[in-house]
């Protein structure tokens, strides 16, 4: 529907003026002292807003997380800390808690999973990274195989995994260091290799800036890239694939 | 089939020992003098190896183009100067040269196209490491609509395109100077963006590096980073969601 | 007067001696032991000189507080702890202090505002820097419009106070990740924008590197950048240029 | 007026619906084969488009020229050639032509000049980034006094100036190297100071980081930089400044 | 002398072997379970060796200054810590520590000082760096004249103590941030500036690099470098200067 | 052996399935929950795999000394905390800890060592790193020789100890701040120099990085750099180049 | 024998001065008006000195060549380019130029070559840095074997070469872009790996400097790195490890 | 003569207007259209003003040259063209220009050089930077002692200059690649060295940054560094020390 039939519309009464503001308006937001949460992101994007705990001060955590669950029944929080975590549960006693991809959420039961995503990581020091990545992508419904602690030193453990990494629609690959795994994995399978570097590493990997520059630089393609250390970016944008696959986009 | 099934078919004799052999071999390549092409990369990725042609020596070039050919009846290079067109041109008459995307190849007729990505730039300038994006998505089979010079600055002609955004399956977005473009679109679409930084710019955007930050820091989901000018790289992965999102894998 | 004239004058006993070596003088400060008080800045660039609190020493701080009371009535410092606070407030009851902005001032009543700055964040991590801004240029006398966590991954809620900000004589644009915020509104008023990058983000945002090379590289004209972090001088060239356009100048 | 009422009035008819349209639509621009130029810039942000000439294809770059000054009876375009100047002549015979700031532009007669910049550099070398600065700052109406080779390896010629540069609205300092000019001038003037790094300069200056960094971390207030050799930038945002000044602001 | 006169003269017996022995040893050190203290380094370069105090363990530090008192009369040591200082005088109970400059030394009475060198600093924040340079020149027989808080953001400070300054035989500038000041004063002197970055800023200071680069690339002449934060670098280097202008070189 | 071969043998039964298995698995790993040590790590490069404990969550720690003990008799850990030895040493009480190199290990007696390593350091604060190599080198049957202190600050103390490291197989050069160290022993010996630089130092000296490029830039042939304080990476492959030059390969 | 022994053999008149002034001269070199060619090298390190073409003026280069045939019979330079070629041959007719190595050398006939080295590279574009490596290396007596192309884009043609790179005494891998190959065949091998980054990549590669980043900060053991394209660095440690293994070292 | 002093006398008729003016402007300059030739440097200073004619305009250059010498009868400019000596000559028959320092100057005839400078370099690449030292020390009246090709690779060679070395009072060290140089020799005068780092190099040294990181890291003390290539800046303020050593200071 076009503007000009929208207004046509209005004009010969088919449209009622609230249905042609809202036309208009298209997408909201509810309006807080402080922030203004985007209530309307899942019918836009496919996917609810999603809390970065990190930093957030007490009050405004606990008051977020009440609100996005009286709204949506969920609410997915990632870096959250142990003191948020006994922070919040005071009000949301059901609230659930992983120390290692320290993410704080509260999840409708029997939701369903779709599609197969491989998350892989180089290290045993990868692991909340990658964990941030899979929690992501199973919360927002897809299914997801973990494969660890198959760096290219050793790299026959990565070649005793192969089958099942070719087996996924989407394979995040995490790795710190030099980061070279998501090289190795593109060049073996035929679907997209999310690849997040890690600031696991020391000396001259500067936080992960060496790992992020191999994985933009990698000589194989079917390789993306997303921020250092973040794991939701990269279970998100796998999830999006995956969902792509699945024709269950939304 | 497993290992051990192979090996017991052996012994059998249900399996050739070439059967194994090749079972075992898996992959292979082509043994030149001064290159190794990866001739059974579409059985293993389901992209055909593709050539980099910048700073090819003139006579490899060529008899790689030629190879290629031979072997596949098609062959796409990224790159290519005027120069070498006219070079390749002289051996292989029916090869194709475009003078934006910089692509020369030769392409079969009658090729079928599915899906849908849309190709996006900031500027005017960026068009050539888009048009690398979409040729290559084309030659692959992708459907592309190109939507050029709806960067931020002016952001109403990006909302007048929203619509035509909106039905991709995949969005690549090419910037450059401050390569704000890929946050916008990627807060508006439920579809994954791929990030192309491109080296448009002056001063401070050192080569591209401003762009890929940006985009690598990204406040927005659902973005991947690909290299500096890489539209190639782009173009193959927009493919794999592409196909991965119309069941046409392989 | 030039110099000539000055001394044309002091010869004819137009002008006595103390008055010409003040022309000469023309600017001065007062010597301390530890520092040397711009006290007739107020005079030479229209506002008085502010204290930057962050690791003054105790003693320092108490004197420096109390020695620009006595001079002129008020005081403005930035960047103080919680700490400092308390330390001041023993000596000067009067004193208050802001835990967002993290201003510790002693401030007339009843001052005037002219004018109308907006200040917008991209996020709500941004407001401490974006209210050190806002409560500077309040300070020095112009009316501040907040318009917080409008960052373009929901762009729908900028473009809702589109209205506010283009009534803006200058609008501060603070932002952290990759900083696009400032590059989409300048494109949409036509007043200055103040960028300020901030250090919100993570892993290659590089302390607010990413956000600064993104503000110095906008596509879009009428931005000029201030340092990461810096609200206060955002909060005073937006308060200069405010001036300017209410005639206040000085 | 609101949304609501413009829909309240093509119900009752007191706007049509294309006047109703113009209102949604609001921004708009003209689509062109490989650009959208925006057209209703000048009414949007209060200045017309700016070509940037470097780069853009000879067809291009003519046709565009030719375009605008149909549209709008002039055009002013930067980073231009010696060549796009001879090739622009052919069609455009009262185009002209600046060698030292590049400037290739078709201006009306007549034009009046208001308010007071100052464009300030710190040696010879900075003056073609000084003009590109000056000239566009005076084709969109303000006044300029240029003040060049005042560098602080010999301050005292800037202070010799100083009374001319306390009278602007707005001061530009344009400076290479180690660029301190700015940091000092702003010390003195109670006006907005818009900093102009150069990639003037040699070994660790870096294309202009140098200057960049010295002037971003500037200890006086007052200061916002815009990008390396980005003239127009600054000439652009100091516009903006003497216009709300002089009360000329559209 | 030249060696064959040596071989020669140990032939002839005009010299002992062990004389002869020293001649080509010439250069020596007390070797030590951790270390090998250069006590001869006083013959050699004219300055005793200095003790790096930070981050030394605290039986070494003990044992080194007690050692280099027992030989010389007289230790002197940079970057001491509180804790150092509480420790060392235990066993020296004559020690004396500046918790400005953090130097801890034990030094003889009625030395003379000669010449003169003046230390500068753009603020306070930056006299911690300054009081090493000083007290290390002083330690080594420099008349020391501080002039502090002098920054360029209030240049009439720094033109008031002009005279004073180009009395110097050199001059230290200790600035942060932007690091203007030395390009400042080494346009008003004749004689050589020692410049100290300091670590002293925030944002895009990157801990000292701004104001080295600032120094590295200034557009004045008589300008030299040392490290972020080295004031006992700079301290030594202008004593060589002053000893040499002196004639007391050593 | 060739897999045609290990094929024909399997099919005329001289080989059995499960040792053609084994041929074809040729390198294996043990599956654990949270890793996969590469258990036959000795076999393939003649290092048993080492341990990284910097980060190592307790549990894991404990575990994985266990069984490495279990499985080979030893184990050598690097980056150990003090806390970490004291939670080992409950377990396996024959645990050893070296607070300097931070090496916690479980070593056999009666190790036979060959060879000849030297190992400098430029400082006494490069010693921590230094050892690290020294006992790396030592636990895997090098025997080495520490010259400690011997930076090019005074160079005597370098030339006083040519001839020991002359007679090395290799030499680990050891130094932070500008490392100048490596360049110079390049220079004198005739066997490898593997060069490390340390996060020694400060100002510019951006956590190693200026070491770093020094020895990678080393105007001397010979040298060859690891990561920055990366002692463990210099132990091991001067003990390669050791073993190859004792025909101890493996 | 010691300095000591030296001087009382001198006095015995058992040593003549002159053999003693030659025990303390150690080592020479031959003062040129522009330079001091380092003859005697080869007694020193087991290299003769070798010529860096790249730059140096053309009637020095043609002497330097003379010269060092003149004294050695040999000469070795790298970095030639044709014209220098050109240049050299008219005066010294037996000069031989490889145009892909660079490398303009005057060899005797009949030299032995022993050991085993391999050099690898990932593609075809990084040729003449391992071509560098592996004629320096021949020149200085190793066998050398070539595996090139065989980059982890397509892993399984590094496998297939797997059993002659486990041959080598030490593996020279060179490779740009990402720079994995580096940390999959170290993984691999017994042996030292060289690293060679080269500047082969586009946009985030930085001129090799990511390539860099990744072998420094691999995360397998027993490599080392050398700098950006340093083709002959690689290949002159190589020989150096090569010569310990087959006990040649001199 | 304080200010108060000038004025009293002014009043009293002892001082002119025009004299008490002189005092008041103090130091002074040429108004030129497009520079501000600052002709009183020498008196101000010690130094006339030096022509840097890299990149100046051919018109510009020829009119500084005849100003300057019809002024001060000398003139000195670095960083010429083969092409602007031609230009120059054609007016100035008696200038002189030198192809390996670029130097394009005219000197008076019997002026007398004092006291010692030596200007070692690394290598013979460092040449050019090295003679702009020696040429500016010696045109501002120095004797400079050169030293050429005196680096770390073959240390013996520097060791033998030892003694000339240490007779100067100050020493240029001009070294590229890792520019370890300045520390070996700083190691071993007493008095100091001017470090300048030049761009020669590959790879990794990043136009001269890694030899101005080594510089400004130096383990030694007695070193400050100027900017990379920056030997007029060297040469500089070498004479400043040469002078004060000399007592020539003006």
Redesign the interface.
Known sequence: MQ??DV??K??S?ELS?DE??AF??????EEME???P?TQ?EL????AE?VFCQ??PDE?LVSIYKKMIEETGEVFGTRASEQQYELVKKEIPGITYDPVSKILKYEETGKIRTGNIVVCT????D?PVAEEAACTAEFFGSNVNRI??????????LF?KMDSIQKA??VVAVAG????LA??I???????V??V?T?V??????????????????????????????G???G??AT??NR??C?T??
């Open positions: 503007s000009r207004l046509e209005v004009k009464g003026i042609a503001l208009f308006k298209k997408r909201s937001f402080f922030a203004k985007d992101r836009r994007t496919g996917f999603v930093g957030k405004y180089a290290g045993t020091a692991i660890f602690d198959v760096g290219v030193a050793g790299i026959h453990r005793s629609y989407c260091m030099e980061g070279a090289s190795v593109s060049g073996m399978v035929s679907v997209p999310v690849a570097p600031s590493g020391y000396g001259a990997s500067f936080g992960g800036l060496s790992a992020l520059l191999t994985m933009i630089n990698s000589c194989a393609n079917g390789i993306a890239t997303v921020n250092i250390d973040n939701f970016g990269a998100y944008i999006q694939i792509l696959a024709g986009e939304r």
